[in-house]
């Protein structure tokens, strides 16, 4: 049944950035979208091989990368992404 | 199908920016067909605001919904209720679901467009929409070999093609194909092209869209449904 998607958050207009320098010590907030069945498994395997990835890198794994909508990418940069990762 | 295209986000922008609370409501039929205005691109373009009046420190609430059909009562009716809490609706239907939207909510809110209504056209391939009928309201497609000269000849001749045709394009566009051309060549095909001797005289464009809106009335229906709605209230009494 057809239903309203409410914003699920504003951004509070007072917390909204505005253009500056980026300082040097400065990292992303970057999200990867990873596939369940390759760059997820990959990922897994650097683990396995205790290889290490930036802490600012947070993984949301997905069944497949095809499932990934467009709102979905717009929502993380909603809420402060910096940056989308999308691997599949 | 319908086809019709987004508007510039600036020019959505400057429509909505004075609103408090706005509901972007899609319509999952034609424009979603052609990635303008079905759900996906609603939820796109309801979060595009938010951004916006983030980075333009304009206080708003946008959300999103989008129903099967803008152009019939029934499936509005499940949000009927709350999309008048909203202070604007910008609906990215076509203008048929504009109109439609905007007379049922009789004044109550405001409608605004989200995309232009193109044209009623095909899908050849994804991505791509062309233009195939105007709704003359008198189809001559079985004079034409199924070629439509209203809307695919640049003057909407009726007996082509012109002096300008040149090399099966027409004269207006070396991307656009003359439709006389395309027709010649269809008839050939199907082995009627005396058809085309015969002299078409100029055309009535009564049925056309210069007399007020145009309607289709099935009376048989009507009477049906009448009659359907009175044995409903014969039994409810
Ligand atoms: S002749 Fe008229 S009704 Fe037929 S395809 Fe052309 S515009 Fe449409
Ligand atoms: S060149 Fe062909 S399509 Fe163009 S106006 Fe002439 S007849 Fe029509």
Redesign the interface.
């Known amino acids: 049944?057809?239903?309203?998607?409410?914003?699920t958050e504003?951004?509070p207009?007072s917390t909204?950035e505005k253009p500056q320098d980026i300082p040097a010590e400065w990292q992303p907030n970057v999200l990867a979208f990873a596939c369940h069945y390759c760059a997820f498994a990959a990922a897994d395997l650097a683990g396995v091989m205790r290889l290490s990835y930036p802490p600012n890198v947070k993984i949301i794994r997905l069944p497949c990368t095809g499932k990934l909508?467009?709102?979905h990418v717009?929502?993380a940069?909603?809420r402060g992404i910096d940056g989308v990762f999308v691997a599949g | 199908m319908i086809v019709g295209q987004q508007k510039p986000f600036d020019e959505i922008w400057s429509m909505v920016r004075d609103f408090k609370k706005v509901?972007v409501y899609g319509c999952n039929t034609c424009v979603a067909i052609c990635h303008a205005g079905g759900g996906?691109e609603a939820?796109?373009l309801?979060?595009?605001l938010?951004?916006k009046a983030?980075?333009e420190?304009?206080?708003m609430?946008?959300?999103?919904?989008?129903?099967?059909r803008h152009c019939e009562p029934e499936?509005f009716e499940?949000?009927d209720e709350?999309v008048r809490t909203y202070d604007l609706v910008l609906s990215p239907a076509c203008g048929v679901g504009v109109n439609f939207l905007a007379d049922r909510l009789a004044g109550a809110i405001p409608v605004y467009p989200g995309i232009n209504t193109s044209f009623y056209g095909g899908v050849p391939e994804a991505g791509f929409f062309v233009e195939l009928c105007g709704g003359c309201g008198n189809c001559i497609l079985h004079l034409t070999g199924g070629i439509c000269p209203i809307v695919r000849c640049s003057k909407s001749l009726m007996n082509g093609p012109c002096g300008g045709t040149n090399n099966g394009k027409c004269e207006v566009s070396d991307q656009t194909d003359c439709a006389w051309y395309l027709i010649v060549e269809r008839m050939k095909k199907l082995g009627t092209l005396e058809k085309l001797l015969e002299v078409q005289p100029p055309r009535d464009w009564s049925t056309g869209t210069h007399g007020g809106p145009r309607r289709v009335s099935l009376e048989h229906i009507r009477a049906y449904e009448e009659k359907e709605e009175k044995n409903a209230a014969t039994e409810g009494k």
């Open positions: 049944m057809a239903d309203v998607a409410e914003a504003r951004t207009v909204i909508d467009h709102i717009l929502r940069f909603e | 509901l996906k939820e796109i309801a979060s595009m938010r951004m983030a980075q420190g304009v206080d609430q946008v959300d999103s919904a989008a129903i099967e499936f499940p949000l709350k």
